[in-house]
C-alpha cells in the first residue's frame, strides 16, 4: 500500500489521477517528504515535456486579455487623481487587502493545486463583483452607527460592508451579515458569513438594499442561522 | 494629465504606457513572482512573454483548440497572479510551477470536452514559425528533439502511456479501460516511464537553466 501510493507520484505530476486518488495522493503528499522530492524531481520531467509541445503562438490578444484581467482586480483599478472623488479614495485602499489576503489564504501550492485553482476562480467571481460596486462613480458611502468603517450602496442596491478592527471571529463562530428592511431585526434577511480577519475586512452583501434598509452583523454558529440570536456588533445607519 | 468625468474609472487601453513598458527583462523568473506577489503588473507581463507562448503550446496540444487553451493560459495566470505569495521557490522554479498550473488546467477543461476523444494522439501541430530564425525559436526547436529524442527510447508502452496522459488528458482508469490493461499494470508503466525518462533527459542536459537568457 505505501509502495503503491509514492508510485501515484509519477501520475500525479502528469495530471493523470482521478479525481479521488488525487486527493488522498495530495493528502499523503503533505506529509511524505520522499514524495515531495520525488515530485519535484518529475515536475522537471514533465516541464520538459510541457516544452516540447510547443507549438503554435498564441494571439497577441490573448497577453492583453490577462493583463487586462489582472488590472481590474481590487488593488489594481486604476483610478486617476481627481480631487473632487477623494471620498472614493480610503474604500479603495482598503480594498488592496483583499488580493493579497486571498493569495495567502490559499496555502502552499504544491499539496493542493486543484484548490488554488478553483479557489482562484472564486475569489475572482467574488472580487470583481466587490470592485464593481466599490468603483461605481454612482455608489454612495453610508457610514455605521456601531463599529468602525462604512457600508458602499451602489444605485442597484449592491451592497459592499468595509469594517475595520474585526478579530477573527471565535471558534465554531462566524459572523453573518443581515440587510434590515427599515431597521425592525424581526424580519432580517441573510445576506452572508465571513470569518474575520485581521485587518480590513471587505464583504459584499448577497441581496440587494433599499432605501431605509440597515446593515447589521451578528456572530453566529459556524454556518451561520436563518434569524440573527445575537444582538448586532456592527450597523449601518439607514441607507 | 486631466481626467474628465467619463474617464475616471475608464481601464487603461491597450496602447497605454504600461503595455509598453519592460523594466523587468533582467530578473529571474522567481524573483518576477515576488514582485507579483506584490501586485507588480509588469513583473506578470515579463512572465508572461517569458513562458507564454510554451504555456500556449501545451494547453493547445491538449485541448486542440485556440480558444479553450487561451482560456487556459488565461486562467493559469489570473491564479499566479493571486496565489504568487504562496509560491514556494525552494520546491520549484517558477516556469515549473506556471507550466503546472496550466497543465492542470488544461487537462480539466479536456476531460469536460467529450468530442476530444476522438483522435488524442493525431499528429503533433507542426510547430509554427519553424524557420523562425529566433533564439527563442531555435531552443524550443531544439528542446522539443531532445525531450522526442528520449520519449523513443521509452519502451512503446511506457511511451503511450505518458503521451496519452500528459498530452492527451487521459486519467489513469481512463487508459486502463481504453488500453485495455489493468489500472495496476498502467500505474506502474507511468511511473517506470516517466523515472527512465528523468533519467534520459537528465542525462542529455548540460544546462540546467529552463531557457536561455535572452537579450531585450
Not at chain 2, 108 to 120: F, G, I, K, T
Request: with cysteine; charged share 25%.
Amino acid at each position: 500500500m505505501e509502495a503503491g501510493i509514492h508510485q501515484l507520484t509519477a501520475g500525479y505530476a502528469l495530471d493523470a489521477l482521478d479525481p479521488e486518488e488525487r486527493r488522498e495522493y495530495e493528502a499523503h503528499l503533505s506529509t511524505c517528504a520522499h514524495c515531495q522530492d520525488e515530485l519535484a524531481s518529475f515536475w522537471k520531467t514533465t516541464e520538459a515535456l510541457a516544452v516540447a509541445a510547443s507549438g503554435p503562438e498564441p494571439s497577441s490578444e490573448l497577453r492583453e486579455r490577462i493583463l487586462e484581467e489582472v488590472r481590474a482586480e481590487p488593488p489594481q483599478v486604476v483610478v486617476p487623481f481627481e480631487p473632487r472623488r477623494r471620498r472614493a479614495v480610503p474604500v479603495l485602499a482598503a480594498a488592496a487587502a483583499i488580493a493579497a489576503v486571498v493569495a495567502l489564504g490559499v496555502g502552499v501550492w504544491a499539496s493542493d493545486l486543484s484548490s488554488q485553482l478553483d479557489e482562484t476562480r472564486v475569489a475572482l467571481d467574488r472580487e470583481r463583483a466587490t470592485a464593481r460596486v466599490l468603483v461605481d462613480p454612482g455608489a454612495r458611502s453610508v457610514s455605521l452607527q456601531a463599529g468602525e468603517g462604512r457600508l458602499v450602496v451602489n444605485q442597484q442596491g449592491e451592497a459592499v460592508l468595509v469594517l475595520h478592527g474585526i478579530d477573527p471571529a471565535p471558534t465554531g463562530k462566524t459572523y453573518e451579515m443581515w440587510i434590515v428592511p427599515d431597521g425592525d431585526i424581526t424580519s432580517a434577511n441573510r445576506a452572508g458569513l465571513f470569518s474575520g480577519r485581521v485587518g480590513s475586512e471587505i464583504e459584499r452583501l448577497d441581496g440587494t438594499v433599499g432605501v431605509g434598509d440597515v446593515v447589521a452583523v451578528t456572530i453566529e454558529t459556524a454556518g451561520g442561522v436563518d434569524a440573527p440570536t445575537t444582538a448586532p456588533i456592527i450597523a449601518s445607519d439607514p441607507v | 494629465m486631466e481626467a474628465s468625468a467619463s474617464t475616471v474609472l475608464a481601464l487603461p487601453g491597450p496602447h497605454d504606457r504600461f503595455a509598453m513598458r519592460k523594466q523587468h527583462t533582467h530578473l529571474s523568473d522567481e524573483a518576477l513572482v515576488a514582485l507579483v506577489a506584490r501586485g507588480d503588473e509588469p513583473a506578470l507581463a515579463e512572465l508572461y512573454d517569458r513562458v507564454g507562448r510554451v504555456a500556449f503550446g501545451l494547453a493547445f496540444r491538449v485541448l486542440r483548440d485556440e480558444r479553450h487553451a487561451e482560456d487556459a493560459v488565461q486562467e493559469a495566470f489570473l491564479a499566479v497572479w493571486r496565489t504568487a505569495a504562496s509560491f514556494r521557490a525552494e520546491r520549484a522554479k517558477a516556469s515549473t510551477w506556471i507550466l503546472t498550473l496550466v497543465h492542470r488546467r488544461a487537462v480539466d477543461l479536456v476531460r469536460r470536452e467529450e468530442r476530444r476523444r476522438a483522435e488524442p494522439l493525431a499528429d503533433e501541430p507542426a510547430l509554427e514559425g519553424a524557420t523562425e530564425a529566433t533564439e527563442e525559436a531555435a531552443w524550443l526547436r531544439f528542446e522539443r528533439e531532445r525531450v522526442q529524442s528520449a520519449l523513443k527510447q521509452l519502451p512503446d508502452v511506457q511511451r503511450e502511456a505518458i503521451e496519452l496522459a500528459y498530452y492527451g488528458g487521459f486519467s489513469q482508469s481512463e487508459l486502463a479501460e481504453r488500453l485495455g490493461v489493468p489500472l495496476g499494470t498502467i500505474k506502474s508503466r507511468m511511473f517506470a516511464g516517466l523515472a527512465r525518462l528523468r533519467e534520459l533527459l537528465d542525462d542529455s542536459a548540460e544546462e540546467r537553466s529552463w531557457k536561455p537568457e535572452f537579450t531585450n
